[in-house]
Each structure stands twice: as structure tokens, then as C-alpha cells.
């Protein structure tokens, strides 16, 4: 019989699996509109979308973005062991004479 930490780690293994298949067929899928996208011939009409000087790319404010989820993590796990700590029966101490 599994025990609950094995059963949880399984889980979140399983947890995380999924999610990356989910963003893989979710790439593959974007990446074959774009491909599309590009082979149509462009409209003349259709005015090209502006740029803002100084403005992120996407890819900026995903580092930017994944940078603050790494440090927030890192946070909540160092406070998480300190909770730990706190709880964990302290040794009992025995008086020798």
C-alpha cells in the first residue's frame, strides 16, 4: 500500500504530465495557425499593427514574469521549513545528576 506522500507525489507527477501534453498540442496548434497565417497573401488594405517604442515583447514579460514565480516559490518554500521546524517536536531534554 502507498503511502500518502508516495500517492501525493504521484499525483502531482501525473498533474504535471498532463499539463505539459495540454501546452504541447496547444503549441502544435498555434504553431500550424501561424504557419497558415503567414502562407495567405497579405491584404494591402489591411494596415499593419502598430509598435510601441519601449514596449516588452511577450517573451520579456514571460522571464520577467516566470523570474517573480521562481522567487515566490523560493519564498514560500524557505517559510514553509521554517513552519516545519516550529512544529517538529523539539528533543526531550533528561536531567543526568
Known sequence: MATYL???????????ENLKQIQAVQVSTLTTARELATSLPSIAAVPSVPTIEGLPTLAQISEV?????TQLLDQQKAYASQLAELFT???VKTSSN
Open 65 to 69: 514574469n516566470t523570474a517573480f514565480a
Open 89 to 91: 517536536p523539539a528533543p
Open 6 to 16: 508516495e500517492l501525493l507525489q504521484k499525483i502531482q507527477a501525473q498533474t504535471l
